[in-house]
Nanobody
Framework: QVQLVESGGGLVQPGGSLRLSCAASGFSLNYYAIGWFRQAPGKERETVSLISSSGGSTYYANSVKGRFTISRDYTKNTVDLQMNSLEPEDTAVYLC?????????????????WGQGTQVTVSS
């Protein structure tokens, strides 16, 4: 009904690329800021990238800056994360979240919606 659904994960070799998609089910993403997060076993959840509702503001973690690109497609009601030059350290479950303002995404219990996550494995 009202959900976020991630897709595009999989197994890729180091140096390869993947494109993740965060799709809204049952509501419009037009007025929501979207964040991509990742969680690896035994590690805290990490903020990967954020984008404002208008698409005018973006944020990237230092560990992915220059390699990942976040974008949104209002026609498709999706937010994508293009991941290039992938490294084994990028291996994690990637989740997207939605909030009315970008600042809410990094506040504890701030997001209004979370996706179920998609597995990204970078290995040779």
């Amino acid at each position: 009904q009202v959900q976020l659904v991630e897709s595009g994960g999989g197994l890729v070799q180091p140096g390869g690329s993947l494109r993740l998609s965060c799709a809204a089910s049952g509501f419009s993403l037009n007025y929501y800021a979207i964040g991509w997060f990742r969680q690896a076993p035994g590690k805290e959840r990490e903020t990967v990238s954020l984008i404002s509702s208008s698409g005018g503001s973006t944020y990237y973690a230092n560990s992915v800056k220059g390699r990942f690109t976040i974008s949104r497609d209002y026609t498709k009601n999706t937010v994508d994360l293009q991941m290039n030059s992938l490294e084994p350290e990028d291996t994690a479950v990637y989740l997207c979240a939605a909030a009315r303002k970008i600042a809410q995404l990094v506040i504890h219990n701030g997001p209004d919606y979370w996706g179920q996550g998609t597995q990204v494995t970078v290995s040779s």
